[in-house]
């Protein structure tokens, strides 16, 4: 596609439900990001991919947090047993190598 | 590990003024550096980067930016804001190729007329 896709765009759930955050990257990217943006504060790294493999996994705040990638596409980002401290906005990037980041417009999530 | 330090978290400056938005990070090898804005309910888009070559290094909407290795910082400035400035400021690092990009925790700018 033309930029990065990621879905669903909002996402209510309950406290302990387990969700999955779906990323498309630009077709070509080989490197591929997680982040968290809470309300009013900063991107926070989860995770990075180069290719299917994560070189960077030092961002998940718990084993509670968990993303794969497979043929250098498609990313998922799941968390299990969600807290209503995981209510934010992800967001996903991806690039070419070394290059510029394009960010997607973010899954919405909402812990109640 | 790469940090970044954006060392105002608010700026409010009047429209047709000059601005700086200071950033420091750290590392003692070479880095690739980004500025990048968010307005208001939009996502992330790059405003500037540098990647080598000339330590003055120019963006979109006049702003521009100076890559300074021996203070390791890389702060943003505009000589005139206008209102539609008015957004969220984060600068970010990376290390070597094949590393993350880390973010600071952003600024503010708020113009007014």
């Known amino acids: 596609g033309a930029g990065v896709s990621q879905s669903p765009s909002n996402k209510v759930t309950e406290k302990g439900k387990d969700v999955e955050l779906r990323c498309d990257p630009i077709?070509?990217?080989?490197?591929l990001y997680w982040y968290r943006q809470r309300l009013g504060q900063g991107l926070e790294f989860l995770i990075y991919f180069q290719g299917n493999s994560a070189p960077d996994k030092s961002g998940l705040p718990s084993d509670r947090f968990s993303a794969e990638r497979t043929g250098e596409s498609v990313s998922t980002l799941t968390i299990q047993r969600t807290q209503q401290e995981d209510s934010a906005v992800y967001l996903c990037?991806?690039?070419?190598?070394?290059?510029?980041?394009?960010f997607g417009e973010g899954s919405r999530l909402t812990v109640l | 590990a790469q940090s970044v330090t954006q060392l105002d978290s608010q700026v409010p400056v009047f429209e047709e003024a000059p601005v700086e938005l200071r950033c420091n990070y750290s590392s003692s090898v070479s880095v690739y550096l980004f500025w990048y804005v968010q307005y208001p309910n939009q996502g992330l888009q790059l405003l500037l980067k540098?990647?080598?070559?000339?330590?003055l290094v120019k963006g979109i909407n006049g702003f521009e930016a100076e890559f300074n290795k021996s203070q390791t910082s890389f702060h943003l400035r505009k000589p005139s804001v206008h209102i539609s400035d008015t957004a969220e400021y984060f600068c970010?690092?990376?290390?070597?190729?094949?590393?993350?990009?880390?973010f600071g925790k952003g600024t503010t700018l708020s113009v007014s007329s």
């Open positions: 077709s070509g990217h080989t490197a």
């Open positions: 540098y990647l080598s070559g000339s330590t």
């Open positions: 990037a991806s690039s070419l190598y070394a290059g510029e980041l394009f």
């Open positions: 970010a690092v990376r290390g070597q190729a094949g590393t993350a990009l880390i």
